[in-house]
């Protein structure tokens, strides 16, 4: 406060800060944002890998025990487990793209009442996922939910989703599209708002129509919504944890822990004591990450070079 | 009136600075952190504050209370950064993380100077590394509760020796009903079932070794184990799809009268109760025995503990002591307050069914010895993976040699 004052009513002195203004004045702006990123991002994913060199409870001394933790992940089974389940995750959860898109091109239409379609599909995004992870726990409840009602009146055998390992990961999965679908959905609806509607009349002098329209035509144009749809699909199918806890607790005996809740359910749950590994797992899902975050930005670079 | 008298007491005690033993009125802070979160523990909890409030007016109480479940969890954080002063926890070895990491205040010198009377029979419970970390204030038992009713029907008897139960469960499950209740979903149950299942094939002390990691998991004991636990599994003795469902959705089975039985803690009677089931309808029964050997019992302890970063030490030792009182311990475990059993010797248990039957049952027929339970008497990782094991053998049997497998690396890594 009192330098910033002092520097004001003295200007033509040429301070140091006047003469380096227009250089200093963009770190400055930045330096609050750069110092909490740093603190709290940076600094902790350093700490993390440090972390996962050691043994520790998260209470006590930590003991360097170099990378023992991760040769432990290499044979462990729950981190195998856990490692196939994000790679359905993220299989499956691509699934999102073009149910969002079908919806979106049934939705982009001049109805009465479209509005109201629009916001009623757009409503399981709104819904918390804990919610979302509750509504389908009960629609899968072996005897009582609605999905077995459903199966016996058309004379099918109950079947216990979230109760047999086999199944339990895509039943979660499904319940994680829901939302996900309404999401890519309106990134659609806006991107459709966009399309060009000169090309779409030359396109049909031309006698382009259906499939081959929304192939060559439309969908080109779409092509900002699908890589922001991809990218938010990927990332929700990476931090998958609400659902998982919410629905199956990483249960039917942990097969349905993906490799964020096997970390949480190692170093922060009720019997987890193992920082040092949890942190193990965590780097190993940080460079999990890295590697799709590096290819995104890989690619929006190349869109960049060519957009100019 | 007593209300005017106690402030002028203080009050004279306060300006004069005469505030002898006699009076010892406590003033300055005292901040409780409870998980008693549950409507009936909240209100004991809301009143044991209050209580010890009216008696030092010039304390100022602080409580805060937890979700139960999330305490497990926020426990860590509240011993580290601003420590309340009184926290609830639990016994035996799930102090263990705790106490290692010397976050748990030592309060041995309250046992030995004589300011916890009455508590001799449970202080093994409080004891790790020959210290005392806490004080206990509440303890249920296990064992099984079932349909009476649905008993009378069936012309069953309340079985003694595990053939009988077999035998009872045969007919039950001819009826088109199952034998036992039990939710999954969180694990815990499975353990309280594996507890009673070794603690009678193999004994208390054999169950206490393993554990203490002791004794292998594929030990041929620890099979045997599993080998009756499966009798029950394969009559189709259990609900089916227990791992969809907590304890308390698996309490609709025994009130809808599908299946006959629970094996769960005195905690479940309440639940029970507020179903619409009348004393008549419910009963309990210890545990069968299996082999010759003397019962062993889970009987868990929950705690009150003073954090070694506390700021109000003199304030919450006096609390504790309260607590633990033999009056205080009456009251609080009343049935119409927590309804459970008084860790105080001098304390009278509450007149209902099931409360004297469990005091009953554990002060004359649990020789063997009294386990916490399974979650609490196993270290932490050890507890958590053997939990799930006992869940996938629940659910598929034939898994059994790959879990103890599992389970006996876990324990060549866990236990050094």
Redesign the interface.
Known sequence: MTSLTAGSTTPHKKGWYARNEIKVTPWLFLLPGILFFAVYVIAPIFQSFWISFHEWDGLGEKTYIGFANYERLATDRKFEVSFWNNLKWLFLYLLAIPLGLFIALLLNQKVWGIRLYKSLFFFPFVISQVVVGLVFSWFYLPREGLLNAVLVTFGMEPVNILGHPGTATYGIIAAGLWPQTAYCMILYLTGLNAVDPEQVEAARLDGAKGYKMLWYVILPQLRPATFIAFVVTIIGALRSFDLISVMTNGGPFGSTRVLSFFMYEESFSEFGFRMGYGAAIAVVLFLLMLCFIGYFLWSMFQDEKEGR | MSFNLKTTLAALAATTMLAGPALADLTGNLRIMSDMSNPAPRAAMEGLAAEFGAMHPELNIELEIVDREAW??QI?NA??ANAPDVINWYAANRMG??V????FEDISDMYEDGSLPGLDAVKGAMTLDGKQWGVPYTYYQWGIYYREDMFKDLGLVEPVTFDDELANCQKIVDSGKKCYAIGT???WTAGGWFDYMNMRTNGFDFHMQLARGEVAWTDERVKETFANWRKIIDMGGYI??H??YSWQEALKFMTDGDAASYLIGNFAVPHLREAGLDDTQIDFYQFPTIADVPQGEDAPTDTFHIPANASNKDNARAFLQFVTSADVQTKLNAGDSLGQLPVNAASSVDADEFLEQGFEMLSTNAQGGVAQFF?RDFP??M??MGM??L??FM?FPDNLDDILA?LEEARG?IYK
Not at chain 2, 100 to 103: E, F, N, T, W
């Open positions: 497990k969890t860590r011993l580290t993380p705790y290692d990491a010397g976050l979903k969180f694990l089916d799809d791992q969809s979650d932490a990782e507890a958590s799930e094991g869940q996938e659910v599992r890594r």
